[in-house]
């Protein structure tokens, strides 16, 4: 009975690891070269998630907005998308962490279009990994 339990912890130890490696690459890998799944403007991106409260994540999607803020905080830049219409609701892209010279040439208020992994809704869109494809 001890071995089996034994056997059972270090089974469920393997498979963790091997979940948080596979994990790993989808996060912090770099989506420069991986093709968008779709484009959205910040507005229909929002209204998708607030009028269906599900929306598709784990996707790797294209976002076009309008810069509101640049967070560098404990080494992670993150820029806060808006829409055209006011809105307390915006889309977070959390950067690459090759991003860094791109973070720091946008500023706020420029109109850019923002590629990465979108993960879900709270108040705000949250997207990880981003890039930045275009700026205007």
Sequence with gaps: MRRSTRFSYLTVFILVF???LGCNHRLNGDLTNVPASKVYTVEQLISEFQSNK???TELVIAV???VHEINNVNDRH???LEGETASETYVICDMNTNQLNTTEAVKSGDLILVKGLLKGFLKDVIMLNCVVIKTE
Excluded: N, P
């Design 54 to 56: 599900k929306g598709d």
């Design 64 to 66: 076009e907005g309008i």
């Design 78 to 80: 993150t820029i806060l």
């Design 18 to 20: 091997l979940c948080l």
